[in-house]
């Protein structure tokens, strides 16, 4: 009997957290109890993106979306809906002030996203190879080792111009080239999934809900640089990340999608895991290939860049999680589909996670060029309890503060670098009128003072310095020559320091000064920092009715 | 080679150089601190950032590559506020108290402060790191001193290869960390000392400086190492404002031949120098003295061994010079007189100068009258001198030592570089950490098997099979290089047809190194293939068509040598290199590790029964009249004379009945001491020349202090015949003399008394007896004290205007052809057996040198190592009951000695390995003298059977009972 | 890198195949000690110094990986793990709250444990729950919208957990 009747439960470590296994579960069982099981079938996906409703189950073809499930509720969706076909009203998403319900495709938050890479986040089951398959999987890197050169696969990267969804926006094909230029008998492709942006999790969503995709992508990288290795360095602290990736290594290496001789085409292929294990630094490229070399990750002086020089000295491409989840698309659909999506200079889409004092907190996935009003207003449902929109940080730890006066640049990499900020991996923190910006400028420069891997010396003594230096403002005990001091060291690392960590480290205290001065020179007037940032007040606030 | 501006002055540069290389070369400083010329680049201190023109981004010029066209400028007003910044920020997480701080004067942190002009931080101060840490001897680490350049952790990684210390923890809390922090002494640390000597702060300073004195004031004052053989060149910073010269430091120096650093015997084990039991005066045992009037209690020396007697010094009176040289002119005139010249023999010293050398065999040959000169090359390398020569036409390392580093493959063998060659074990680290394959054959897993490609992990004395397998494979798999065998060597159809039956099976039945490895190891040594990375020469990569063989190096010593078939393993390894085309090329050949500072120029000078200096034949009428020429003597000794082993049968059998010893302590190293001390027992009269109340001198009537290498001038040969000069750095104590005016003045007296030409004894100065040296020794031909410089210069080296010769045998063997030899594989000659089932191996370790008459002594090496220890296997030690640091007894069929066990995976099940440095666990008590090889007359100091008990066991078991 | 091979080991029999099957593989270090640590909790010092005898790779080397990452401990955890998350969201929403208000109840510091062995507390970045924020994991659990009282409920259940089975 066909199954017309699909029940999606979100799997994402979010959603888990909140007990979606048992959801899960408690539904197949249910389903089995009253004969059911033939006619609907329930899918553990990967991450919906709306973390903040969670847990989610959705309902196909009927487009219903059940929020903030408990494992007590499936007895009333099975019952209701998956047998007698009536929406549980209780349960199904009202937009926040509305009335009436949403459906799937309905609701704001997921109106103005265009979902390339998350294409299969939340439809398929990640641990399944056949509905990967299913849904075209497998088919980019067929057609690639079939039909296509090493140079069309370029020139297809260079039509779509796709760039790093890492956080440089180098271009893809150039990368490629560089390695495939290369001509040592050993390469490597290396997939970062490092993500160590705190307040970011794109990627992992992408390996908990589609891990396949990542899979092929390296494949295909291989194949055009002609590389017969591939490691995925991904973060130790995500265990379903990992437990996906490895169960779909092993499924697509049973079905020989992976390995020796792929399709027949004598091209062979093969990915490991190497964990990372707790430093921001990694997910620069040249710490992170010293860390899987088993070492200290510190980086290195570049050039030699990695494409040329990287892993044990070996050429290897490096890409982001998200740049490889696009790339089977833009075989399968064409470079220049993907070109006319996104902006003039940085085509296509880009996942962001919408975090910090906002409605809809979760991850989206937008065309690039997309105003940050859009984002914040409309996708994230504005801000909650009322308050008024602050500022918004983009590119983590490296970025910075963007405020009301700039909303509505439409936002790329060249962009967002014009605003004294940038794209990052793709996280976006929304303050609030309590957020005192001197406090979150210390969370930042304490955060990259912690991961600086001390081997510089302006990253490493002049970080410690500005912390220092916002430490005193946040006590109210600055001095007016302060300010000044931490531009200057600030300078000082921007220009003097190694890496992406230690030349971006000071942008948080930087923009913080450019666009709030005044908290700065309040805070010495009235002895302290704003009242009232993040903590206790808004921790309360948050709550869950539940 | 590239052109670029810097500074917009056009220069030219090599391909591989960095823009601060290149600078440097060009006279353009760049400041810079965390670089060091010996070390990959870190880039992390910032100092040397530079602008490269058209970009708006500094970059370091340390880790940047030249490139053609390149335009930078290292000086701006941008560049030097960065500088300044960096500076800034360096000192605001650092002490800076400059003004009681050792390092003043030679840091680098203040030269910047001082050149940006800062004298404290205009940043808020704060230490990162706090402690001081004094758990060793030798070094103090000051961690607020501090400044995280990483030098220390790079030298002690890439170039030490003891990778002791790393960076812990990170940002700004990182420090320079032992594993888990442990103490500096049980950590994996060698006590080089090479971090102290890169570190551009006080953060690492040397103890034996504290106090002594500041920078400036400290002369300084360049030697050469009186240890081992490869002949360092050492800089000593001396405190000259007391009575005495004192030592506050050494240092490597950068224009040294063997490179800029040292191991910790050159650095620490100087202290031996001042140490109070240094022979200060003459000295007549106490039963001659009796005899002779110059005491008046009788005395009778005490059967007790010199190895377990105390306050030996009271065996003696002092006496003058006079006396002491009256006497002995006396007694071996009366020898002489008695039994003929051939009753007299000598020990000649490879610890002494080339100068002290050359009188000491002249005294014997023209004076005396006898070839009965030998020293300790004989216990050493005297199977090397042998099979080289047949071989090859000449024994000595065919290349230098500075190739080790390019080579693309190399081979160790019965050498454990790392402990007794230590800086040549740096450059073999060196070479495989840039990519070379390093194959190590070697019953124990030394230190350097734990870097090795392959470890061949042979039986003692099964070697010979291993490497007849690998003969076998080079012919069967045609890896040979067939036009160099053709063009260059004669006899391969003998070796052809000599290593057909041994295959690597048969040769792995017998070894127990698996076929396969064997098999690799032939295959990577004959193509001189690389694990990775660019060879220098352009070869060596496996599966690169266009590739041409690589270069492969032998590296070897007393592993091969002190064997009973010394001779014949010798010429199987010059077969290896003879067949691979591995000769008279940069980086490759057949390299005997000479073991002490002047064993090459002790053979080189005729210190052997069977030479003149420079090689040539005592049975040689020709050089026999040469000679007597040149020392105005009648006629000389037609026949070879005694070795060390059979002047000692001699002594015993009464046939030879004086001797005299100069820096020689066989009653230590000798084998089979038991029976060394019934000969010098036996004999009518003996003399010694040390700087130490040795074992030897003990069994002396006549004792003569000498000055050491640190006190003396004259030359040194290294290994890798290198010769080079002295410079004395102290005074001698009290009325100790330089060997060669002991010979001298002896010969002086001698001469008198025996009839012989005095005016042949008319020296000088070891710069006259150089004179000499090279107007009968073609291969010193052109030494001269002058040309000698930082470098010295390396034989052969016929004429002034030669600029010597570092890599043998290139274009034509000394011999002409080169010679295959067909070897048998013969075992080494006491097998174990049920009584005796283990197989003891006798060597070396890194601390101390010998028979430990300095080592010994000097504070941190023998806090480093205090006792003697046996090598056990884990399994071994698991089926006798032996714990680690536990007593284990020791016994052959010579004699049994008792030490702690160390217990492990060093040496194989079934071996026991005992370092022949301690007497009170003396490993030649039970070493065996028979069976010497034949040629050689080396004997097999490398295996003999003994039984390994357990003490406490037996205790125990009587107990029971 | 031939190391001599050993033939005894202290190590537990699982963790010694692990390491020997890990041993030829390029670049392992840090996938050893994640082993190491998820079978102790933590990294000891004699397990760190066999692993540096039985693979060669040298015991500073060992000790400056383990130092570098945070993920690694080199002393023994709590009975129960609680790891505040301090990533931006959480951050925001009142992780800082959140550790000084577990570190005064069970009288412990970050990066200590409670006197009586139970609870260790400790920062994390974010675990990628941020629509949850503020995220505790406890052990391998994660708890979102965590607020003070939650908080100690979170507490008291584990404190029982661990009544139950210690
Ligand atoms: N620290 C220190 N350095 C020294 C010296 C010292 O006393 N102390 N002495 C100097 C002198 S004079 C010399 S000659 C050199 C000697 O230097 P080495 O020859 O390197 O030193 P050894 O320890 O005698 O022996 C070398 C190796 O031979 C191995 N061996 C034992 N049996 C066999 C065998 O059957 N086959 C093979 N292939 N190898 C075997 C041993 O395991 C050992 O690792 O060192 C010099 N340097
Ligand atoms: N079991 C075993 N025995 C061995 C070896 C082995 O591997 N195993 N190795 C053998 C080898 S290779 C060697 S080279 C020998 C070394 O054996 P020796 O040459 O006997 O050993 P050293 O300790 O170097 O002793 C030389 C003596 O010279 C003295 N001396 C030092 N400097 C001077 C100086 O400037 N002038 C004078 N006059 N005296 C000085 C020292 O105090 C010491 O007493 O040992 C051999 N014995
Ligand atoms: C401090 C720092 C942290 C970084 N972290 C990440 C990361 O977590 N994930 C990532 O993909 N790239 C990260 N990058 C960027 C990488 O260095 C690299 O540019 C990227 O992986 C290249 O992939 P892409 O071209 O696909 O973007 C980081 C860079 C820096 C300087
Ligand atoms: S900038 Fe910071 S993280 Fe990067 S190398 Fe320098 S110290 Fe390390
Ligand atoms: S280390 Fe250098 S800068 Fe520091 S106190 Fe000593 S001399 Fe001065
Ligand atoms: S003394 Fe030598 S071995 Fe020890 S830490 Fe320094 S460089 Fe390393
Ligand atoms: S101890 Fe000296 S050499 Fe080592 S990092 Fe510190 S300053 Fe540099
Ligand atoms: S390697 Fe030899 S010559 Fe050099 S310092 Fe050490 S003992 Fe002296
Ligand atoms: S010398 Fe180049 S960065 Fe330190
Ligand atoms: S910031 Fe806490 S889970 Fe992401
Ligand atoms: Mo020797």
Redesign the pocket.
């Known amino acids: 009997m066909a199954q017309s009747v699909f029940c999606l439960v979100c799997g994402g470590t979010a959603c888990e957290s909140s007990d979606s296994d048992t959801i899960y579960k408690n539904i197949k069982t249910q389903l089995a109890g009253r004969g059911f099981e033939e006619s609907v079938q329930v899918v553990k996906t990967g991450c919906f993106g709306f973390c903040e409703q969670g847990p989610i189950v959705k309902v196909l073809p009927d487009e219903s979306f059940y929020v903030q499930v408990t494992p007590e509720d499936t007895e009333e969706i099975v019952d209701e809906h998956l047998v007698k076909g009536r929406e549980v009203q209780r349960l199904a998403y009202k937009e926040p002030g509305a009335e009436t319900i949403s459906r799937g495709h309905q609701i704001s938050f997921y109106q103005k996203q265009v979902r390339v890479v998350l294409r299969n986040c939340g439809f398929i089951d990640p641990e399944s190879i056949d509905e990967y398959i299913g849904r075209g999987g497998y088919e980019a890197l067929g057609r690639v080792l079939s039909d296509m050169s090493a140079d069309e696969v370029l020139a297809e990267l260079e039509t779509a111009g796709l760039?790093?969804?890492?956080?440089?926006?180098?271009p893809?094909h150039k990368?490629w080239r560089f390695t495939k230029a290369a001509t040592d008998t050993q390469k490597y492709v290396v997939c970062?999934?490092?993500?160590?942006?705190p307040g970011a999790y794109m990627?992992r969503s992408i390996l908990e809900g589609d891990p396949h995709s990542v899979l092929e992508a390296m494949a295909i990288a291989g194949y055009t640089v002609g590389a017969d290795q591939g490691y995925i360095y991904i973060r130790a602290e995500y265990p379903l990340a990992i437990e996906r990736l490895q169960m779909a290594i092993r499924d697509a290496e049973a079905i020989g999608l992976l390995g020796d001789n792929i399709f027949d085409s004598g091209f062979s292929f093969r990915v490991e895991l190497r964990y990372g294990a707790g430093a921001?630094?990694c997910?620069?490229?040249t710490a992170?290939l010293k860390s899987i070399e088993g070492d200290r990750g510190t980086p290195v002086q570049r050039p030699p860049y990695p494409a040329v020089k990287g892993l044990w000295g070996k050429p290897t491409v490096?890409?982001?999680?998200e740049?490889?989840a696009g790339i089977p698309v833009i075989i399968t659909k064409g470079g220049e589909w993907y070109a006319r999506l996104g902006s003039e200079t940085s085509p296509g889409t880009k996942v962001f996670a919408l975090t910090g004092k906002i409605n809809n907190s979760g991850l989206i996935e937008v065309p690039m060029g997309m105003t940050l009003r859009d984002i914040v207003f409309n996708i994230g449902g504005g801000i909650p309890d009322g308050k008024a929109f602050k500022a918004v940080q983009t590119g983590g730890p490296?970025g910075g503060m963007i405020t009301e006066e700039y909303l509505d640049t439409p936002i790329d990499f060249e962009t967002l670098q014009g605003l004294g900020s940038m794209m990052g991996?793709g996280g976006m923190i929304v303050m609030d009128e309590d957020d005192s910006m001197i406090d979150v400028a210390k969370f930042y420069l304490s955060f990259n003072v912690d991961e600086s891997c001390g081997k510089c010396v302006p990253c490493r003594i002049g970080g410690r310095q500005i912390q220092k230096l916002l430490e005193r403002f946040s006590k109210g005990q600055g001095r007016p020559e302060d300010i000044e001091r931490i531009e200057t060291i600030g300078n000082w690392m921007k220009q003097g320091s190694l890496?992406?960590?230690g030349t971006?480290a000071p942008n948080p205290a930087l923009s913080s000064i450019t666009h709030f001065r005044h908290e700065y020179e309040a805070s010495m007037s009235t002895g302290a920092a704003e009242e009232g940032a993040g903590g206790e007040q808004a921790a309360k606030n948050e709550a869950p009715a539940g | 080679m590239i052109t670029m501006q810097i500074d917009g002055h056009k220069i030219t540069a090599r391909e591989d150089q960095t823009v601060l290389d290149a600078a440097l070369e060009n006279g353009i400083d760049i400041p810079r601190l965390c670089h060091h010329p010996d070390l990959t680049p870190s880039g992390g201190c910032r100092l040397c950032n530079v602008e490269v023109v058209g970009s708006n981004k500094m970059q370091p010029s340390c880790t940047m590559e030249v490139s053609d066209g390149l335009e930078v400028i290292t000086e701006s007003e941008g560049l030097y506020d960065h500088r300044h910044s960096i500076i800034d920020l360096l000192v605001s997480d650092h002490p800076l108290d400059c003004v009681t701080c050792e390092k003043s004067g030679t840091c680098e942190l203040q030269r910047y402060a001082y050149k940006y002009g800062i004298s404290e931080t205009s940043l808020d101060f704060e230490l990162g790191r706090e402690e001081k840490v004094d758990d060793n001897p030798m070094f103090l680490r000051d961690h607020p001193y501090c400044i995280l350049c990483g030098r220390c952790v790079r030298v002690c990684n890439e170039v030490v290869g003891a990778d002791a210390i790393q960076f812990g923890d990170r940002g700004f809390d990182s420090y320079v960390a032992t594993q888990f922090d442990v103490p500096m002494g049980d950590s994996s640390c060698v006590f080089c000392g090479s971090c102290v000597q890169v570190c551009p702060t006080a953060a690492l300073t040397h103890k034996s400086r504290i106090g002594k004195g500041r920078e400036w004031e400290f002369d300084r004052v360049e030697t050469i190492c009186g240890y081992c053989g490869v002949g360092c060149r050492i800089e000593f910073a001396v405190n000259t404002e007391g009575a005495e010269p004192d030592i506050a430091y050494a240092q490597g120096t950068p224009n040294a031949p063997t490179g800029r650093f040292l191991c910790s015997k050159g650095r620490y084990g100087w202290d031996y120098a001042k140490n109070k039991e240094r022979l200060t005066t003459p000295l007549v045992r106490k039963d001659l003295a009796y005899e002779l009037g110059l005491t008046d209690t009788p005395w009778q020396m005490p059967e007790t061994s010199p190895l377990s007697a105390k306050n030996t010094a009271e065996y003696f009176v002092p006496v003058d010079w006079d006396t002491a040289m009256g006497i002995i002119t006396d007694k071996l005139t009366q020898a002489v007189r008695e039994a003929g010249p051939g009753a007299v023999a000598g020990l000649s010293s490879a610890r002494c100068t080339n100068e002290d050398n050359y009188l000491f065999q002249k005294l014997m040959r023209a004076t005396i009258g006898t070839n009965n000169v030998d020293h300790c090359a004989r216990l050493c390398h005297a199977s090397t001198v042998a099979g080289l020569a047949a071989a090859f036409g000449s024994g000595a390392m065919t290349n230098s030592i500075g190739e080790v580093r390019d080579a693309d493959c190399i081979f160790i063998t019965g050498s454990n570089t790392s402990e007794a060659h230590p800086v040549i074990g740096y450059e073999v680290n060196r070479a495989v950490q840039s990519g070379a394959t390093l194959i190590v054959c070697d019953p124990r897993h030394i230190p350097l098997a734990e870097k090795a490609t392959i470890h061949l992990q042979s039986a003692p004395g099964t070697d010979i099979h291993v490497f007849l397998a690998m003969l076998h494979v080079m012919i069967r798999d045609e890896l040979a290089d067939m036009e160099f065998v053709r063009e260059r060597t004669e006899d391969f159809e003998s070796l052809e047809k000599s290593v057909t039956a041994m295959d690597p099976e048969t040769a792995a039945e017998v070894s127990g190194v698996p076929a396969a490895d064997i098999e690799r190891a032939a295959r990577l040594y004959a193509l001189g293939l690389r694990q990775d990375g660019d060879s220098r020469y352009g070869g060596g990569v496996e599966g690169r068509g266009d590739s041409e063989r690589g270069r492969s190096s032998i590296l070897y010593a007393m592993g091969i040598t002190q064997r009973s078939n010394g001779t014949e393993l010798v010429k199987t390894l010059a077969n290896l290199a003879m067949l691979g085309g591995h000769m008279g090329k940069a980086s490759t050949g057949v390299n005997p590790l000479r073991g002490q500072a002047n064993v090459q120029g002790a053979c080189d000078l005729g210190a052997l029964p069977n030479v003149y200096p420079g090689y040539q034949k005592v049975t040689d009428a020709a050089s026999r009249a040469k000679f007597a020429e040149a020392w105005g003597s009648e006629a000389l000794d037609e026949q070879a004379g005694l070795t060390i082993v059979e002047m000692m049968r001699a002594a015993e059998a009464g046939d030879v009945k004086a001797m005299f010893f100069m820096g020689e302590n066989p009653m230590i190293s000798d084998p089979n001491i038991g029976h060394v001390e019934k000969a010098l027992r036996s004999l009518d009269f003996l003399a010694a020349v040390d700087i130490f109340l040795s074992e030897t001198c003990q069994l002396a009537q006549v004792v003569l202090p000498a000055t050491s290498f640190l006190e003396k001038e004259g030359t040194f040969t290294n290994t890798e015949r290198r010769v080079q000069a002295l410079t004395p750095v102290l005074q001698g104590p009290g009325d100790a003399r330089p060997d060669w005016r002991i010979v001298a003045e002896l010969g002086r007296r001698l001469a008198a008394a025996l009839g012989t030409p005095q005016e042949q004894w008319d020296y000088s100065s070891p710069e006259q007896i150089m004179k000499e040296i090279s107007s009968v020794a073609p291969i010193y031909g052109g030494m001269d004290y002058g040309r000698l410089g930082t470098k010295g210069l390396v034989w052969p080296c016929p004429d002034a205007e030669h600029p010597g010769t570092p890599i043998l045998h290139v274009g034509e063997f000394r011999r002409g052809k080169g010679k295959f030899h067909a070897v048998p594989p013969r075992l080494s000659s006491e097998q174990p057996d049920e009584e005796y089932p283990y197989v003891l191996t006798t060597g070396r370790m890194l601390y101390h040198f010998h028979t430990g008459t300095m080592t010994r002594k000097s504070k941190g090496l023998s806090w480093k190592q205090k006792r003697g220890y046996v090598e056990v296997n884990e399994q071994d030690a698991e089926a006798l009951g032996i714990a680690d640091g536990k007593a284990v007894v020791i016994e052959s069929r010579r004699g049994q000695i008792r030490a702690r066990a160390r217990v492990g995976a060093t040496v194989p099940s079934g071996v026991v390995f005992v370092p022949f440095h301690f007497k009170e666990a003396a490993a030649n008590l039970l070493t065996q003298d028979e069976n010497l090889d034949p040629d050689a007359k080396i004997p097999e100091l490398k295996a003999c059977a003994v039984k390994v008990t357990n003490p406490a066991q037996k205790k125990q078991t009587v107990k029971e009972q | 890198m031939p190391t001599a091979i050993p033939r005894t080991s202290t190590l537990p029999e699982d963790l010694f195949e692990f390491v020997m099957e890990w041993k030829e593989k390029p670049g392992n270090l840090i996938m050893i000690l994640h082993r190491i640590q998820q079978y102790y909790g933590y990294i000891p010092q004699p397990v760190g110094e066999e692993v540096a005898r039985i693979t060669g790779i040298p015991g500073s080397r060992i000790y400056g990986v383990a130092t570098f990452y945070n993920y690694f401990n080199l002393y023994p955890p709590g009975k129960h793990r609680i790891s505040v998350c301090m990533g931006t969201a959480c951050y925001l929403k009142g992780g800082e709250t959140l550790v000084n208000h577990i570190s005064e109840k069970l009288n412990v510091a970050v990066n200590a444990v409670t006197e009586d062995k139970q609870f260790s507390l400790q920062e994390v970045r974010c675990v990628g729950c941020c629509g949850l924020a503020p995220v505790v994991v406890v052990d391998d659990n994660v708890h979102g919208k965590v607020t003070p009282d939650k908080m100690d409920e979170i507490i008291e259940d584990y404190r029982n957990r661990g009544e139950d089975d210690g």
């Open positions: 760039r790093g969804r890492g956080g440089a926006g180098f893809t990368k970062n999934a490092d993500e160590g942006d990627d921001f630094v997910g620069e490229e992170l490096i890409n982001n999680v740049t490889l490296s991996s890496c992406g960590l971006t």
